[in-house]
């Protein structure tokens, strides 16, 4: 009777040992799933931090880009004001365009690199594909306005080109005027003298001597006969004195009375324009000292 007994007996132990390695068993697998599912948990939502870490860094890099129809200081008020965007202005302006258009080609960088992680990590949440839309869609229109920038300054470059090739062009034209002008007047106003001896003014065929008797009581008249060598320039619309030296001089040329006189200035003689526009109507003046 005790033999049977201990045998049911030790076949219950062997089936309640059995029982609960069994259960250990799945215990152990629970546990290990529910730590594995932790685990995944964890990735899943440090994942999804990073996801909104970058998604913020996105959107503050947007925001840097301060993008507008007046980001580059651009106006179209008058030629003054378009001429500033030529040389340095110019050159400022296209480099802010730049720096503008690289910041969003960087954002653009990121936005891709987000997805692509997103992708690999299995992750597919509306709320962050929402995000990233909005993200995408805002740097599509700075993209916009920076091509738009680009033009208006490329078009505002041309323009500003063509009116400084225009000005320039106009003051040459005004320039070559002033000259002509300015040639013209010094023809008109410019006299040219030369001071002499009677010997060597009629060396020079510049006087002859008219009637007398043997030589005198003759009168010293212009030959009219000039060489340009030896005669000096003066223009009487800037200068009114001729400097002759010596203590007595003559003006043999017909040059009007009254449109000059003879002084001494400190025991020298000096010529004195007094009426510039009769005294150059002959144009050679001829002065003999003794």
């Given at each position: 009777?005790?033999k049977p007994?201990l045998i049911?007996?030790i076949?219950a132990i062997?089936?309640?040992a059995?029982a609960?390695?069994?259960?250990?068993q799945?215990y152990?697998?629970?546990?290990a799933d529910?730590?594995e599912?932790?685990s995944?948990?964890?990735s899943?939502?440090?994942?999804?931090?990073d996801?909104i870490?970058?998604?913020?860094?996105i959107?503050?890099?947007?925001?840097a880009?301060?993008v507008?129809?007046?980001?580059?200081?651009?106006?179209?008020g008058?030629?003054?004001?378009?001429q500033?965007l030529?040389?340095p202005?110019?050159?400022e302006?296209?480099?802010r365009?730049?720096?503008?258009a690289?910041?969003?080609?960087?954002t653009k960088?990121?936005?891709?690199?987000?997805?692509?992680?997103?992708?690999?990590?299995?992750i597919?949440?509306?709320g962050?594909e929402k995000?990233?839309t909005?993200l995408?869609?805002?740097?599509a229109?700075?993209e916009?306005t920076?091509?738009k920038l680009?033009?208006?300054?490329?078009?505002?470059?041309?323009?500003v080109?063509?009116l400084?090739?225009?000005?320039?062009?106009a003051n040459?034209?005004i320039?070559?005027?002033?000259?002509?002008?300015?040639?013209?007047r010094?023809?008109?106003?410019t006299?040219?003298?030369i001071?002499g001896t009677?010997k060597?003014l009629?060396?020079l065929?510049?006087?002859?001597?008219?009637?007398g008797?043997?030589?005198?009581g003759?009168?010293?008249?212009p030959?009219?006969?000039?060489d340009?060598?030896?005669?000096?320039?003066l223009d009487?619309d800037?200068e009114?004195t001729i400097?002759?030296?010596g203590i007595?001089?003559?003006?043999v040329?017909?040059?009007?009375?009254g449109?000059?006189?003879?002084v001494k200035?400190s025991e020298q003689?000096?010529?004195?324009?007094?009426?510039?526009?009769?005294?150059?109507k002959i144009k050679?003046v001829?002065?003999?000292t003794p």
């Amino acid at each position: 009777m005790r033999k049977p007994v201990l045998i049911a007996l030790i076949a219950a132990i062997v089936i309640f040992a059995a029982a609960a390695i069994v259960l250990f068993q799945k215990y152990t697998k629970t546990n290990a799933d529910l730590m594995e599912a932790r685990s995944g948990e964890l990735s899943a939502q440090s994942r999804y931090t990073d996801a909104i870490g970058a998604i913020a860094e996105i959107q503050d890099s947007l925001n840097a880009i301060a993008v507008s129809g007046n980001a580059v200081n651009l106006t179209q008020g008058n030629l003054k004001g378009e001429q500033k965007l030529n040389g340095p202005s110019s050159r400022e302006a296209l480099d802010r365009i730049h720096l503008l258009a690289a910041s969003i080609q960087r954002t653009k960088e990121k936005i891709h690199n987000l997805e692509d992680k997103l992708k690999k990590s299995g992750i597919k949440l509306a709320g962050l594909e929402k995000m990233i839309t909005n993200l995408k869609s805002s740097l599509a229109e700075r993209e916009m306005t920076i091509a738009k920038l680009t033009g208006k300054v490329d078009s505002l470059s041309t323009k500003v080109n063509g009116l400084e090739t225009s000005v320039a062009q106009a003051n040459q034209t005004i320039a070559a005027k002033d000259e002509t002008i300015e040639q013209k007047r010094r023809e008109v106003s410019t006299v040219y003298y030369i001071i002499g001896t009677k010997k060597h003014l009629m060396d020079l065929g510049i006087v002859k001597a008219s009637g007398g008797l043997l030589g005198l009581g003759a009168t010293v008249l212009p030959s009219g006969k000039y060489d340009e060598s030896g005669w000096t320039g003066l223009d009487t619309d800037k200068e009114t004195t001729i400097k002759i030296g010596g203590i007595r001089a003559d003006v043999v040329s017909p040059q009007a009375k009254g449109s000059y006189e003879l002084v001494k200035v400190s025991e020298q003689v000096e010529l004195h324009i007094l009426n510039a526009a009769e005294f150059r109507k002959i144009k050679q003046v001829v002065i003999m000292t003794p």
